[in-house]
């Protein structure tokens, strides 16, 4: 799951499903670090894999 709050870290745990945490605003990467996201993205271009 992509996520841009601690709503969706916490509702991607709950569920048992990995998530990676869109910090798409200043601040938001160590906000959102602190719910132990899989891993952290600050652009959705990240999610496409590099040739």
Same mark, same amino acid.
């Given at each position: 799951?992509?996520?841009? %709050?601690?709503?969706?870290?916490?509702?991607?745990?709950?569920?048992?499903?990995?998530?990676?945490?869109?910090?798409?605003?200043?601040?938001?990467?160590?906000?959102?670090?602190?719910?132990?996201?899989?891993?952290?993205? %600050?652009?959705?271009?990240?999610?496409?894999?590099?040739?």
């Amino acid at each position: 799951m992509v996520g841009d %709050s601690v709503t969706d870290i916490h509702a991607a745990h709950a569920a048992g499903t990995p998530v990676v945490a869109y910090a798409n605003k200043p601040g938001k990467h160590e906000r959102l670090a602190a719910h132990h996201p899989d891993a952290i993205i %600050s652009e959705l271009t990240q999610l496409i894999p590099q040739r």
